[in-house]
Nanobody
Framework: QIQLVESGGGLVQAGGSLRLSCAAS????????MAWYRRTPGKEPDLLAR???????KYADSVKGRFTISRDNAKNTVSLQMNTLKPEDTAVYYC???????????WGQGTEVTVSS
């Protein structure tokens, strides 16, 4: 079973940047499609960005052009560079791992991002 630990959240002013990281362990990282979600109170998690084992990437329209997902298969990490942050980006951000892209997600514990106006 893969374990995921996110880091890098915090408080930032609108227009600022943050870089989230997710460290994976316990399984073969290159077998997993990795993604970042975020969740606000009372809502379902939203998929923000997804990167496959061969590096194909998709973004949600809400973050396209502002957020960049990347993975380092040598270090078993996936990152989310977030630029031009807006107050509506305030949420708990989660890293997920999907073995072979079959749709069964493993989740990290989340890291909180707060964007002040």
């Amino acid at each position: 079973q893969i374990q995921l630990v996110e880091s890098g959240g915090g408080l930032v002013q609108a227009g600022g940047s943050l870089r989230l990281s997710c460290a994976a362990s316990g399984s073969i990282f290159t077998n997993y499609v990795m993604a970042w979600y975020r969740r606000t109170p009372g809502k379902e998690p939203d998929l923000l960005a997804r990167i496959t084992t061969d590096g194909s990437i998709k973004y949600a329209d809400s973050v396209k052009g502002r957020f960049t997902i990347s993975r380092d298969n040598a270090k078993n990490t996936v990152s989310l560079q977030m630029n031009t942050l807006k107050p509506e980006d305030t949420a708990v951000y989660y890293c997920t791992a999907d073995l072979y892209g079959l749709g069964y997600l493993s989740w990290g514990q989340g890291t909180e991002v707060t964007v002040s106006s």
